[in-house]
Each structure stands twice: as C-alpha cells, then as structure tokens.
C-alpha cells in the first residue's frame, strides 16, 4: 500500500489548490494536448512542476485505436512535450478521433475487431518510434456498442496490449458506465484481462440520463460503485497502482476533491487487505 500512490488531473482551475496541498497529492496528470502549441517556456513550467510532484502526460487526440495510421505531425507534437518535460510515463485512448479526413470532435469507439487490433498495434509501434516509449492506453465509455464487432470489449483490450507489450490505463468509471449501458458486470470484466498490466488508474464521475444510460461527463463526485471497483482491482492487482481524480468542470473546493483522494486511499487499502488474505 505504501507504494501506491493517488493524484489529481492538472487543471488551471485546481492548480493552487494542488500545489498547496502537495503533501496529499501524491502525482499529477497533465493533458499533453493542452502544450502541443505552446512555447518552450511553457512547457518548460510543467518540467519544474515535476520536480515537485511527479507528472503524467495524457493524451486526447491521437486516435491510436483505427486502421488509420496515427498522425506523424500530431505525435511529433507529442514527442517534443514529452522530450522537454520528461513525463513518468504518457497515455493516450483505445479510441479513434478522425476518420476519411474528417475530425468527429470526440473519442469514439472503434469496431472491436482483429481489423483495429492490428491497426491500434501497428500505431502503438509506430508511437513507440516516435516518442521513444510506447503509451498505456485507456478503455473509454461508450454511449453506442459499436456495429462491427465479433470481440468483447475485454477480449478487444488484451489482444491490443498483449500484442503490443503495453499497459493498460484502467479508467473505472468507463467501465462502469459501459457495464451498465451494456448489461455486464464490471468485475466480471476485470477477470479478463490482464489486470497485471495496469499501474495507472483513473476515477471520475458521471450522471443518469433520462433514457436510464450513465454518461462520463467528469463533472460529478465518484460514485461509490467505481470505489468498489478499484478495491476490486487492488485486490487482483499486486503491482503499485497510481490513481488519477480526472475532473473537467463543475470544479467544487479543493477540500472535497481531497476528500475524495482519501476516499480512494481507503478503497485501495481494503483491496489490499483482500490480497493479503
């Protein structure tokens, strides 16, 4: 337990609220994208950011899970932040973001079949060149099952990262969402796949819409079901894990997102607990 560390996302909304309470916040993960058109100096402040708190970068817009062959300007991009900032470690989405030239706007979800396992291997291969380390990646939630699929969406995920030899971002409140969308159990799922493989994990909250669907805004506190899931994994996971709070708006005051980091340090013991017995 005490290798396992629990974080915040890295927003200009939280930021004072981070730096004084670095004692409780044990790492912070910076969207990558947010400094693509940055200067140096800009992105040279994340560097010292790093040497008070250790920094993940997180990706958004590579669109690595497609038969579409990743954007060479996009990970040089990429390649450049991390090559000044010098991340722990960088993730990116088992989603595709473009497709026939156009940009949709958002991380869909790819037909899960061994036509985008190859794809999504072959940009993981092609990443791995460019930036110097291959990214984990993250399963998202999904409003739609996409058409097209013959694979699970566990089955999907561990052909990708086992062919590929990457970790695995377990995001729980996707798989939350998804498992109830779609009629699954999440810890079911999370006997599937390679839970050996995560150290990165990302909690969040989302909201019921009307048609009875949970939608992941990052807009709400974590529901207890997603800090069930984590004691879930922490029991079948004896590696350190790194657990991220993503928020994206509706920013409450910093002592509650702190309470909600203390929250998940309880649900990690009682994991771990578990894996003991």
């Not at 912070?28 to 992105?43: C, G, H, L, N, Q």
Request: overall charge negative.
């Amino acid at each position: 337990m005490g290798l396992d560390r629990v974080g915040l996302s890295w927003r200009p909304e939280l930021a004072a609220g981070i730096l004084s309470n670095l004692d409780r916040v044990d790492a912070v993960e910076v969207i990558a994208d947010d400094y693509f058109e940055r200067s140096p100096t800009k992105v040279r402040a994340l560097r010292t950011l790093s040497g008070q708190v250790p920094v993940l970068l997180h990706g958004i817009s590579q669109g690595l899970a497609s038969t579409v062959a990743a954007d060479r300007k996009r990970l040089d991009k990429l390649a450049r932040v991390a090559g000044i900032v010098e991340p722990e470690s960088w993730s990116e989405h088992l989603a595709f973001v473009r497709g026939g030239g156009h940009e949709i706007g958002h991380l869909a979800a790819p037909p899960r079949n061994r036509n985008t396992v190859d794809g999504t291997c072959d940009n993981l291969h092609r990443a791995r060149k460019i930036v110097g380390s291959a990214p984990m990646v993250e399963n998202i939630a999904t409003l739609i099952d996409p058409p097209g699929s013959d694979l699970t969406e566990a089955a999907w995920i561990e052909q990708i990262v086992t062919a590929a030899d990457c970790g695995l971002l377990l995001d729980l409140h996707n798989l939350y969402a998804n498992g109830a969308n779609f009629g699954y159990d999440p810890v079911a799922f999370l006997e599937r796949i390679p839970c050996h493989r995560v150290s990165v994990v990302h909690l969040a909250g989302g909201r019921m819409l009307p048609e009875g669907r949970v939608l992941d805004d990052h807009l709400h506190a974590v529901p207890d079901a997603v800090y069930d899931l984590l004691s879930a994994l922490s029991a079948r996971a004896p590696q350190p894990l790194t657990v991220i709070l993503e928020r994206d708006g509706n920013y409450p005051r910093i002592e509650h997102l702190l309470a909600e980091l203390d929250r998940a340090r309880l649900a990690l013991r009682a994991g771990r607990e578990v894996h003991v017995a």
